[in-house]
């Protein structure tokens, strides 16, 4: 019975703090992100939409947090017909790491 209720333990905390990380993604994703690549997603004439992005849904959280923290420009540059390079952000590796899995998860639905 004891072991019952650790494991339940667990598993309450483990979604708890999956939540949590799913909220600061979104509230960070929110604050930095969507003036450029809209509110849901959806782009803009600034920003390619993220919602449905064949990169997005076919790379890791690694290589999307690479994107957010380094950019994209000259070579790497994805989207020529937009104004402007993705400037790298000045996130910490765990606010770019929750954004990456927002927009890879939540983001997407």
């Known amino acids: 019975m004891r072991k019952i209720f650790w494991l339940l333990a667990a598993v309450i ?3 708890f703090a999956e ?3 799913a909220a600061e993604g979104k509230a960070t994703f929110t604050n930095v992100c969507a003036a450029c690549h809209g509110q849901k997603g959806e782009g803009s004439p600034i920003g390619p939409a993220l919602k449905g992005n064949e990169f997005i849904k076919n790379s890791d959280i690694a290589a999307i947090k690479q994107v957010i923290l ?7 540059r994805k989207y020529p017909n937009l ?3 993705m400037p790298a ?6 606010d770019a790491e929750a954004v990456a899995n927002y927009e890879k998860n939540d983001l997407q639905k």
């Open 83 to 85: 104004p402007a390079d």
């Open 89 to 94: 952000q000045a996130l910490s590796d765990a």
């Open 19 to 21: 939540n949590a990380i």
């Open 70 to 76: 380094k950019g994209r420009s000259g070579k790497d």
């Open 13 to 15: 905390v483990i979604a």
